[in-house]
């Protein structure tokens, strides 16, 4: 099971950091992706940390997401960060993890709501 929380309302410019805490399962034996869907829009992949285990624990982001959103992880306990910075209204949405980089995760997060507005 994956539970994000840290979402809530931000002004433009603002700053929020996300967390993806797993039970049952040792994160770091997965690349754990985060995703995001805004309304009315489908829902698009936003960055992905590598399995630090299997991999080098690498991390890739989206367009819109690089040089603002950064990921890092915590193997201590068990979470995964997503570091959103100088958010922008254009990132208002629902925001996931994922125990896959791709849209074909098995194990998906309830979401966590941010809305960045004045």
């Known amino acids: 099971q994956l539970v994000e929380s840290g979402g809530g309302l931000v002004q433009p410019g603002g700053s929020l950091t996300l967390s993806c805490a797993a039970s049952?399962?040792?994160?770091?034996?997965?690349?754990i992706g985060w995703f995001r869907q805004a309304p009315g829009k489908e829902r698009e992949g936003v960055g992905c940390?590598?399995?630090?285990?299997?991999?080098?624990?690498?991390?890739y982001y989206s367009a819109p997401a690089k040089g603002r959103f950064t990921i890092s992880r915590d193997k201590a306990k068990n979470t995964v960060y997503r570091h959103l910075n100088n958010l922008e209204p254009e990132d208002t949405a629902t925001y996931y993890c994922?125990?896959?980089?791709?849209?074909?995760?098995?194990?998906w997060g309830q979401g966590t709501q941010v809305t960045v507005s004045s």
């Open positions: 994922a125990s896959d980089c791709s849209e074909e995760a098995t194990t």
């Open positions: 049952g399962f040792t994160l770091d034996y997965y690349d």
């Open positions: 940390i590598s399995s630090s285990y299997y991999r080098d624990g690498s991390t």
